[in-house]
């Protein structure tokens, strides 16, 4: 089966090595025996969504924040709403994750309207927060529950009754610092400000999109067992790492 993995702005998006992502997703399908193909899809372009299987969307600093939120108040914008609600499966973070709530309040500027895919807004907050997090995800499958990263943000995310938080923070200050959420999720569009970059710490997130993407397209999704001592052990060393 081929999967279209494609990385939106990824000359703009891309903050913490977030490119890492795509290449977690490539990597892994093709150990799973698919065919893959990567799709760089620059500013400007108007990507045929209804062939990409997974979109990436990385962080970004406000300077790119309002480079990227006046390219998808164009067209790209609604297509890219349509076709999450037609269930495509995205992987959101950060500054991209801010972009699909309501909107993005920076310190310093215009509130940058977002696609609202998420009901969620964000507000720039006084204090930045940096460091390690692990979150709990009741969303993903067993033994993909545990989820882990590195935040660094300003903003300040909260959530309103539309959407599901990701997880509950258990290190780490999450979404806002306050109400222990983190990320968001809405149909198959998955935000979060886990950085690290977040897939390749945490393998069975990657298999968790790429098993949604394979059902949505083929209406299955086979993926072969894979010796993943090396990066259970990757995963488990981060869970245990200070703040
Ligand atoms: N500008 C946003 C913030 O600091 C996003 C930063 C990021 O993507 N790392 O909140």
Not at 137 to 151: D, H, I, K, R, Y
Not at 171 to 194: I, P, S
């Given at each position: 089966?081929k999967?279209v993995?494609?990385?939106?702005?990824?000359?703009?998006?891309g903050?913490?090595?977030?490119?890492?992502?795509?290449?977690?997703?490539a990597?892994?399908?093709?150990?799973?025996?698919h065919e893959v193909?990567?799709?760089?899809?620059?500013r400007?372009?108007?990507?045929?969504?209804a062939?990409?299987d997974v979109?990436v969307?990385?962080?970004?600093?406000?300077?790119?924040q309002?480079?990227?939120?006046?390219?998808?108040?164009?067209?790209l914008?609604?297509?890219?709403?349509?076709?999450?609600?037609?269930?495509?499966?995205?992987?959101?973070?950060?500054?991209?994750?801010?972009?699909?709530?309501?909107?993005?309040?920076p310190h310093r500027?215009?509130?940058?309207?977002?696609?609202?895919?998420?009901d969620?807004?964000?507000?720039a907050?006084?204090?930045?927060?940096i460091?390690?997090?692990v979150?709990?995800?009741?969303?993903?499958?067993?033994g993909?529950?545990t989820?882990v990263?590195?935040?660094n943000?300003?903003g300040?995310?909260?959530l309103g009754?539309?959407v599901?938080?990701?997880g509950?923070v258990?290190?780490g200050?999450?979404n806002?610092g306050r109400?222990?959420?983190?990320?968001?999720v809405y149909?198959n569009?998955?935000?979060t400000?886990?950085h690290?970059?977040v897939?390749?710490?945490?393998p069975?997130?990657?298999?968790?999109?790429?098993?949604?993407?394979?059902?949505?397209?083929?209406?299955?999704?086979?993926?072969?067992?894979?010796d993943?001592?090396l990066?259970?052990?990757a995963?488990?060393a981060?869970v245990?790492?200070?703040?």
């Amino acid at each position: 089966m081929k999967l279209v993995i494609g990385h939106l702005y990824p000359e703009l998006m891309g903050i913490y090595g977030d490119r890492g992502n795509v290449l977690a997703l490539a990597r892994r399908a093709a150990w799973h025996g698919h065919e893959v193909e990567v799709r760089h899809l620059a500013r400007g372009e108007r990507p045929h969504l209804a062939s990409v299987d997974v979109l990436v969307l990385g962080g970004g600093q406000d300077k790119e924040q309002v480079v990227v939120c006046e390219d998808l108040q164009g067209p790209l914008g609604g297509e890219l709403r349509a076709a999450i609600e037609d269930g495509l499966v995205v992987l959101s973070i950060c500054g991209g994750y801010q972009l699909l709530g309501h909107y993005y309040q920076p310190h310093r500027g215009d509130k940058l309207p977002g696609l609202s895919v998420f009901d969620a807004y964000t507000v720039a907050g006084p204090e930045r927060f940096i460091g390690n997090v692990v979150i709990s995800s009741p969303l993903l499958p067993e033994g993909a529950q545990t989820v882990v990263g590195f935040e660094n943000h300003s903003g300040l995310t909260y959530l309103g009754p539309g959407v599901q938080p990701l997880g509950t923070v258990l290190k780490g200050k999450g979404n806002n610092g306050r109400d222990a959420t983190e990320g968001a999720v809405y149909k198959n569009c998955f935000g979060t400000y886990l950085h690290g970059p977040v897939l390749p710490k945490n393998p069975r997130l990657v298999d968790h999109l790429l098993a949604r993407a394979l059902e949505r397209r083929y209406g299955s999704a086979p993926l072969n067992p894979l010796d993943d001592r090396l990066e259970v052990a990757a995963h488990q060393a981060a869970v245990r790492l200070p703040r």
